[in-house]
C-alpha cells in the first residue's frame, strides 16, 4: 500500500483521473443535461496517463460511439413503429457484436448501442430525446478526457516512441557485442527473449499510431505531419532488429569481431540520432560492407542491415527537421 501511495506516476495519473472526472460532471451539470454520471462514466473508460493513450482510446470509442449510436437510433425508431422492444435491441447489439469482432476499434460500439436501447424513459423527454442526450452525454466525457490529457501529461507520444525505437537498437547493438563472448544459449531462453522481443515490436507499432496522431494533432509543420512516419519508423526499426537477429545468429557460427563492432557501433549512433543527438556516422560499416574479405554468409544480412540503417537515420532526421 505505501508503495502505491508513493509511486509519482500512479499519483499523478491519480490526480488525471479525479480532476477529469470531476471537470466531466460540472460540464455536463453546466450544459444542463440530466444523468450527469453518464459522462463520467465515459470519461472513466478512456482515460490513460498519457496523452497519446488517451487519444486513442477516445479517438476509437468516438467512432465506434458514431457507430453505436446509429445503431442505436434505429433501434428506437423501429421500436417506434411497434417492431418488439427485446427483438430489435437483441437484432441490433448482436449485429453490432459481430462487427466489433470484425474490427476492434468498434468494441463499444455494441455498448453505445445498449446504452441507448436500454436508457428507458426520462420525464418530459421522449426515446429519440434520451437517445441524443446519451450521445451528448458520451461526448463530454470522451472531450474532457482528452483535454485533461493534452493538458496534464508527463510526456508526448512522439518523444516516447523515439525512446523506445532507441531502447530497442540499443538492446540489439549488445546483443552484437556478446555473440562472440556468449556460450550455447538453451531453447527455452532463445524462446523467451524472441517473445521479448515480438512484444516489445508490437508495443512500438501500437505507440506510433498514437505519435503521428499527436504530430497530427499539434499541427506541427513540415511534411512528417501528413505522413504516417512514426509507423514507418516502427517498420524499419522491425526489419533492423530482423537484419540483426540475422548477422548475430551467421556471427556465432563465424566470429568476426571487426564486423560485430562496427554493426553495433552503429546501432548505438542511430539509437542517438533517434533521441535528438548528432546524426550517425555509418561510413566504418559503409566501408566493411564493401570490402572484397567479407565472408560471403556475412555479406547478405550486412548489406541489409546497412541499407535498412541508412534508411531509418534518413527518416529520423526528416522528422527532427520537421
Known amino acids: 500500500m505505501r508503495r502505491f501511495l508513493m509511486d509519482e506516476e500512479k499519483r499523478h495519473h491519480g490526480m488525471q483521473m479525479a480532476c477529469a472526472i470531476v471537470l466531466a460532471y460540472v460540464a455536463s451539470r453546466l450544459v444542463g443535461l440530466p444523468e450527469q454520471f453518464w459522462a463520467v462514466m465515459s470519461t472513466l473508460i478512456v482515460m490513460r496517463p498519457s496523452s497519446g493513450g488517451t487519444f486513442d482510446a477516445g479517438w476509437d470509442r468516438a467512432r465506434a460511439t458514431v457507430v453505436g449510436v446509429l445503431g442505436g437510433l434505429l433501434g428506437v425508431w423501429l421500436q417506434q413503429i411497434g417492431v418488439n422492444v427485446i427483438a430489435s435491441t437483441l437484432a441490433i447489439v448482436a449485429l453490432l457484436s459481430f462487427a466489433s469482432a470484425a474490427s476492434p476499434a468498434l468494441r463499444s460500439a455494441p455498448i453505445a448501442a445498449l446504452i441507448i436501447l436500454a ?23 470522451i472531450g474532457v478526457a482528452m483535454g485533461v490529457a493534452l493538458a496534464s501529461s508527463r510526456y508526448r507520444a512522439p518523444d516516447r516512441f523515439c525512446k523506445g525505437c532507441a531502447t530497442l537498437l540499443q538492446r540489439m547493438a549488445r546483443q552484437l557485442q556478446l555473440s562472440g563472448a556468449r556460450g550455447q544459449t538453451s531453447e527455452a531462453d532463445a524462446e523467451r527473449a524472441a517473445a521479448a522481443l515480438r512484444n516489445a515490436l508490437d508495443r512500438l507499432s501500437m505507440l506510433a499510431g ?5 504530430l497530427r494533432l499539434f499541427r506541427r509543420k513540415g511534411p512528417a505531419a501528413n505522413e504516417r512516419v512514426h509507423q514507418r519508423l516502427a517498420g524499419l526499426v522491425r526489419r533492423v532488429v530482423q537484419d540483426t537477429s540475422v548477422l548475430n545468429r551467421v556471427l556465432r557460427e563465424q ?3 571487426d564486423i560485430a563492432k562496427a554493426a553495433s557501433s552503429a546501432l548505438l549512433a542511430v539509437a542517438n540520432a533517434l533521441t535528438g543527438q548528432a546524426q550517425p556516422d555509418l561510413d566504418e560499416l559503409q566501408a566493411i560492407s564493401a570490402s572484397a574479405q567479407v565472408d560471403p554468409l556475412l555479406a547478405g544480412p550486412l548489406h541489409l542491415l546497412l541499407d535498412d540503417l541508412q534508411r531509418l537515420a534518413g527518416l529520423s532526421a526528416k522528422l527532427t527537421a520537421a
Open 119 to 141: 436508457a428507458g424513459k426520462l420525464a418530459g423527454h421522449s426515446a429519440l430525446q434520451v437517445a441524443v442526450l446519451r450521445v451528448v452525454q458520451m461526448a463530454i466525457g
Open 210 to 214: 498514437s505519435a503521428d496522431r499527436e
Open 255 to 257: 566470429p568476426a569481431p
